[in-house]
């Protein structure tokens, strides 16, 4: 029998990678970690700036794409696998927690009542239909070419659980994560592994606002674990739903949540 050592470093060195949503701090974060284990990434983001700088931080490559455009989501991985031969892994982090009305563009709690035609329209269109314009066009470029692969997508415990006044993003949430359970079911077949992380809360720019407002105190009990995450605990779990470690798991959700689901 042989055993596989589990070890992220020893599967993901050759393996070229995209990243959405990779200026933000969740996709930074596993960006770097991939890099840092010897993975070729490429970083995507509709931020321009934010991922030139973080591409530049791990010595990885930038593309501008906003997830919503199907068309631009086939053609970066059709540049991705013109350059490097290949595309083997995905990670989808790119998303938005809250489209609120316009008299109070930075409210991020959105009750749905209070919810306009437009917000809902923009919470879908980014967290469902971008997750799936990006897993489709990956997808496709895998199975064409027979070799297998990995994706894991970032969706969130409010998939599964109401979160107080984020109605909106949970729904588009649970849409994902049943996006991942049926990919998974489709592309076995091919060799293609589809998983979810969903993380608790993670110290980043989508969650400082409400972190730094003692108002919002009540939604943010400390996890079992007695702290909040940072990218680097959701990194790790990517890496090995990435790696040779996990070659027989698909279709699943890991929850990255301090042991809130458990608590
Ligand atoms: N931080 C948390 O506590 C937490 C918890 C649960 C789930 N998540 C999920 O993890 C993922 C990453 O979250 P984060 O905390 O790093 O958020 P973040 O706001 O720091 O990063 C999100 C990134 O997505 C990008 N993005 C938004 N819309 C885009 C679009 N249309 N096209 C391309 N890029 C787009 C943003 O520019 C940003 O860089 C998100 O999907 C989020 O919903 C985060």
């Not at 996709?27 to 010897?38: F, Q, T, V, Y």
């Not at 967290?127 to 799936?132: A, D, E, P, S, V």
Request: some cysteine; proline content about 6%.
């Amino acid at each position: 029998m042989t055993w596989s050592t589990g070890i992220a470093e020893s599967t993901l060195k050759t393996r070229v990678a995209l990243v959405t949503g990779a200026a933000g701090g969740i996709g930074r974060g596993i960006a770097a970690h991939l890099a840092a284990l010897g993975a070729t990434v490429v970083l995507a983001d509709r931020d321009r700036r934010g991922v030139d700088e973080a591409a530049a931080e791990s010595g990885s490559t930038a593309v501008a794409l906003d997830v919503t455009d199907s068309a631009a989501c086939a053609a970066v991985v059709e540049s991705i696998v013109a350059e490097h031969g290949q595309l083997d892994l995905l990670v989808h982090a790119a998303g938005i927690l809250a489209a609120p009305p316009p008299d109070r563009p930075d409210d991020p709690i959105v009750p749905l009542l209070e919810q306009d035609d437009t917000g809902w329209a923009r919470m879908l269109e980014v967290n469902l239909t971008g997750g799936f314009n990006v897993l489709r066009a990956a997808g496709r470029a895998m199975v064409a070419a027979g070799g297998g692969g990995a994706m894991v997508v970032l969706t969130s415990g409010g998939a599964v659980r109401p979160l107080p006044g984020r109605g909106a993003y949970c729904v588009a949430k649970a849409g994902l994560a049943m996006l991942v359970k049926s990919l998974a079911d489709e592309l076995a077949p091919a060799g293609v592994r589809v998983n979810a992380v969903a993380p608790g809360i993670i110290e980043t720019p989508m969650t400082a606002p409400m972190l730094a407002n003692p108002e919002r105190a009540p939604l943010l009990a400390l996890p079992p674990l007695g702290r909040f995450g940072r990218p680097e605990d959701v990194a790790d779990v990517v890496a090995f739903l990435l790696g040779q470690g996990s070659a027989y798991v698909t279709g699943k959700t890991l929850y990255v949540d301090g042991g809130v689901f458990s608590g």
